[in-house]
C-alpha cells in the first residue's frame, strides 16, 4: 500500500508571533518555520506501517513557496521514500488543498492519506475532512490509534467526551492527533540519504484547479491584552481576594 | 435567508454547546432552523424545540446518522442546505468532524471557531493559537460555520418550535461505529463549567490529581489539565485544554502546576479571573494571572483545601 502522507511548512510552534504593523497578517519575515506538528505525527505513522509491513511506499506532499521542499526534506530524512512539491506563490486555503490533494490522490492512488488534523498557524481544522468529501472516502479525523485490519482501518479518535473507535473502508483519509505516537528524530545518516531522494515538483497550474481563496482576510489584530501579573502572599489572601475583591467563589 | 443549526449530541441529550451556536445564528436575523438527525433521538429533538428563537426542528429520526458519522451525515445536511444561507455547527469534535466535510461538498470554503459574526458575510476568527485575530469575508453563498462556544452565550431555553420529520435519500455506508470509551464524571461539564482547575507536569502522577480534585470538589469545578499532563498519562484526552484541545472561558480557571505554554494559553486566557499556582515566578502563567500564588503545590493545595473549609466553601 502507498501512504501519502501531507506536510505543511509553518511557524516554528515555539514562535510568539507578532501581528504585522500595517494589519495585513503576522510578521513571518526572519521567523523560524517548521513542520507542522501533526504531520510529523503523520509521517511518523507511516513510516511506522513501512516497518510493519503494512506500506510499502511514503510520498511526502508541501503545497506553497519553493521553501517547502524544506519540509519535504524533512519527512524523507524521517523515513519517506519520496516527494511531491505543488508550488505557488499565492495563498492556499484548505478548500483548494483539498483539491490539489485530490489531484494527487488521482495520480498517485494511495490506499491511505495521513493528514495532521490541524495546522498551527491558521488553525482550520479542515483539509482532511474536505479531502474525504471530495473523494468519497471514508475519514477517521483526530486519530490516536490506526490498526490496519484485512477489510479496512480502526481508527481510534480523540473526541470530547473520550474516545470513539469507527471502522472505515479503505482508501481512507485519517488525520492525526496528538497521542498517536511520537515523531523521530532524523538521523544524520538519514539526513545525508534523504538528499538523494527525489522531489517531483509541480507548478500549481499544471492541475488546472481554481485555487483562488474564497475567504478574504480583511485585517489581522492583536487579541484583547489582560492586565495580570499580581501576587498573592499566601492561600488565605487568595480566598479573600477570589472571595472579596473578583466576587468568584 | 435562514440559518441551520445543526445539533451535537449524544444520542440522548443535546450538547450545550448548540446553545452557542444558536446564540451566533441569532446574528444574521434570519428565522433559525436545528437540525437533529439519529435514531431515536425524539427526546434530543424536544430540547432542541426548546431553544430560545428557533422557527423549526428538522428531524431526521434514522438510525443511519447514529453517532453523527461524517460520511452519513453530510449528505443529508447538503440536501437541506438549498433553503439556507448560512449553517453553524459548534465548533466541537462533532461539528469539527462534520463541517468540512459538508463545506466541500457544497463547495465552499468553511469558517472555523468564528468568535465574533461582523456583518452577514463577514466574522472573527482566532489563527496562530489566538496570537491574532483575523476577519474575515466569505464569497461564497452558503456560510458553513464553526463556532467558538465560549464567544457566544448560552441560547435560553425557554422557546416553543414545530418539530418537523426530514429525509434524505441513503447516506454513504464508508464508516461504522464500533465503540466508545467515554469518561465519566460527576463533575460539570469542562466547557460550560464556572470554574475549572486544571493540573499540568507539575502534578507529577495520576495519583497526584486528588488534590487538584479536592480543590475542584469545593468549588463545584470541572477538572482539566495540559497537554503534558495528558500526554504523561495522568488524566485522559478529553481533558486537554489548550490549542488542539478544549476551550474554555469560565469565571474562574486555577492552573496548577501548568507553565503556560502558547498552546495552552489559547485555550483558557479568555476566563474571566486566572489564578496561578506555581512555583516558579517567571513562569508565563503567573505573568498573567490576576492572583498568582507562587509556591509549592503540594503544599499550596492542601492548604488552599484547608482555607476554602475555614471559609465554609466546602466539597459539594
Ligand atoms: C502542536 C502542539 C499542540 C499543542 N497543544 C496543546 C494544548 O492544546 N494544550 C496544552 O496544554 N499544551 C499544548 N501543547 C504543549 C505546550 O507547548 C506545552 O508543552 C504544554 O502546555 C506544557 O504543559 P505544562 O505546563 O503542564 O508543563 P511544563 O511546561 O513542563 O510546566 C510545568 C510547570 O509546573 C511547575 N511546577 C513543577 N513542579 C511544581 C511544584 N511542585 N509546585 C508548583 N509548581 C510546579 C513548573 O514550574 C512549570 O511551570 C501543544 C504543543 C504542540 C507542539
Ligand atoms: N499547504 C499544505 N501542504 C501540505 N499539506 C497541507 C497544506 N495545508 C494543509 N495541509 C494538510 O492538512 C492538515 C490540516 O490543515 P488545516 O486544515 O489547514 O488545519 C495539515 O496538518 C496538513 O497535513
Redesign the interface.
Known amino acids: 500500500m502507498k501512504v501519502l502522507v501531507g506536510v505543511k511548512r509553518v511557524?516554528d510552534?515555539n514562535v510568539?508571533?507578532r501581528?504585522r504593523a500595517d494589519g495585513t497578517g503576522?510578521e513571518t519575515t526572519n521567523v523560524k518555520m517548521s513542520m507542522n506538528p501533526?504531520d510529523e505525527i503523520a509521517v511518523e505513522e507511516a513510516i511506522r506501517m513501512k516497518e510493519a509491513g503494512t506500506a510499502d511506499e511514503i510520498v511526502a506532499v508541501s503545497m506553497g513557496v519553493r521553501q517547502c521542499q524544506e519540509t519535504i526534506r524533512t519527512a524523507l530524512a524521517m523515513g519517506a521514500d519520496r516527494g511531491i512539491h505543488v508550488m505557488t506563490d499565492e495563498e492556499l486555503?484548505?478548500?483548494a488543498v483539498?483539491k490539489l490533494f485530490k489531484a494527487l490522490v488521482e495520480r498517485e492512488s494511495p490506499g491511505l492519506v495521513i493528514l495532521g488534523?490541524?495546522a498551527?498557524?491558521?488553525?482550520?481544522?479542515?483539509?482532511?475532512?474536505?479531502?474525504?468529501?471530495?473523494l468519497?472516502?471514508?475519514?477517521?479525523?483526530?486519530a490516536?490509534d490506526i490498526v490496519l485490519t484485512g477489510e479496512g482501518a480502526?481508527v481510534t479518535?480523540?473526541?470530547?467526551?473520550?474516545?470513539?473507535?469507527?471502522?472505515?473502508?479503505v482508501p481512507?483519509v485519517v488525520t492525526t492527533?496528538?497521542?498517536l505516537n511520537e515523531p523521530r528524530y532524523a538521523s544524520l545518516p538519514n539526513i545525508m540519504k534523504a538528499k538523494k531522494k527525489p522531489i517531483d515538483q509541480i507548478a500549481v497550474d499544471e492541475l488546472g484547479i481554481d485555487v483562488a481563496?474564497?475567504?478574504?482576510?480583511?485585517?489581522?489584530?492583536?487579541?484583547p491584552g489582560?492586565?495580570?501579573?499580581?501576587?498573592?502572599a499566601?492561600?488565605?489572601e487568595?480566598?479573600d481576594?477570589?472571595?472579596n475583591e473578583?466576587g468568584?467563589? | 435567508m435562514a440559518s441551520l443549526v445543526i445539533a451535537a449530541h449524544?444520542g440522548a441529550a443535546l450538547?450545550p454547546a448548540t446553545l452557542n451556536a444558536a446564540t451566533a445564528a441569532a446574528a444574521f436575523g434570519g428565522d433559525i432552523d436545528v437540525l437533529v438527525a439519529g435514531g431515536g433521538t425524539a427526546p434530543v429533538a424536544g430540547q432542541a424545540a426548546k431553544i430560545a428563537g428557533v422557527a423549526r426542528v428538522r428531524h431526521a429520526d434514522d438510525a443511519a446518522y447514529d453517532?453523527l458519522?461524517?460520511?452519513a451525515v453530510?449528505p443529508l445536511v447538503v440536501a437541506l442546505a438549498g433553503a439556507y444561507s448560512e449553517i453553524l455547527f459548534p465548533a466541537?469534535?462533532?461539528g469539527?468532524?462534520?463541517?468540512?466535510?459538508?463545506?466541500?461538498?457544497l463547495?465552499?470554503?468553511?469558517?472555523?471557531?468564528i468568535t465574533e459574526v461582523v456583518s452577514a458575510d463577514?466574522f472573527v476568527r482566532?489563527?496562530?493559537?489566538?496570537?491574532?485575530?483575523?476577519?474575515?469575508?466569505?464569497?461564497?453563498a452558503i456560510k458553513v460555520i464553526t463556532v467558538r462556544g465560549t464567544a457566544f452565550a448560552a441560547a435560553a431555553l425557554d422557546g416553543d418550535a414545530a418539530i418537523e420529520p426530514v429525509s434524505a435519500g441513503e447516506g454513504?455506508a464508508?464508516?461504522?461505529?464500533?465503540?466508545?470509551?467515554?469518561?465519566k464524571s460527576e463533575r460539570p461539564e469542562l466547557?460550560s463549567a464556572r470554574?475549572v482547575v486544571s493540573g499540568g507536569r507539575g502534578m507529577q502522577s495520576s495519583e497526584n490529581f486528588h488534590l487538584v480534585e479536592q480543590i475542584a470538589d469545593r468549588?463545584g469545578a470541572a477538572v482539566g489539565a495540559s497537554?503534558a499532563a495528558?500526554?504523561a498519562g495522568y488524566r485522559?484526552?478529553?481533558f486537554?485544554v489548550g490549542?488542539?484541545g478544549?476551550v474554555v472561558a469560565p469565571?474562574?480557571y486555577v492552573a496548577v502546576g501548568i507553565s503556560g505554554a502558547?498552546?495552552h494559553l489559547a485555550g483558557m486566557?479568555d476566563s474571566?479571573?486566572?489564578?496561578a499556582i506555581n512555583k516558579d515566578?517567571e513562569a508565563p502563567m503567573v505573568?498573567?494571572?490576576?492572583?498568582?500564588?507562587?509556591?509549592d503545590l503540594f503544599k499550596?493545595l492542601p492548604?488552599?483545601a484547608?482555607?476554602?473549609d475555614k471559609?465554609g466553601?466546602k466539597p459539594r
Do not use: C
Open positions: 511557524v510552534y510568539k508571533v501581528v503576522v501533526f486555503q484548505p478548500l483539498a488534523k490541524q498551527i498557524d491558521d488553525d482550520s481544522n479542515q483539509t482532511g475532512q474536505m479531502l474525504a468529501a471530495l468519497g472516502w471514508p475519514q477517521g479525523t483526530f490516536s480502526e479518535r480523540e473526541v470530547d467526551g473520550g474516545l470513539e473507535t469507527v471502522g472505515l473502508a481512507a492527533d496528538l497521542r481563496p474564497r475567504l478574504e482576510t480583511l485585517k489581522v489584530e492583536d487579541p489582560r492586565a495580570g501579573g499580581k501576587r498573592v499566601d492561600v488565605e487568595l480566598v481576594k477570589l472571595r473578583a468568584v467563589i | 449524544d450538547d453517532h458519522l461524517a460520511e453530510a466541537n469534535t462533532t469539527k468532524n462534520l463541517a468540512p466535510r459538508v463545506a466541500a461538498l463547495d465552499v470554503a468553511q469558517i472555523s471557531d463577514t482566532p489563527i496562530y493559537a489566538g496570537n491574532a485575530m483575523a476577519t474575515v469575508r466569505s464569497r461564497d454513504q464508508l464508516s461504522k461505529f464500533l465503540r466508545q470509551e467515554l469518561s466547557t470554574v468549588l497537554r495528558v500526554d485522559p484526552n478529553d486537554q490549542q488542539t478544549k469565571e474562574l502558547i498552546q486566557k474571566k479571573v486566572i489564578v515566578e505573568q498573567i494571572a490576576d492572583y498568582g500564588l507562587v509556591d499550596a492548604a488552599l484547608e482555607a476554602l471559609a466553601i
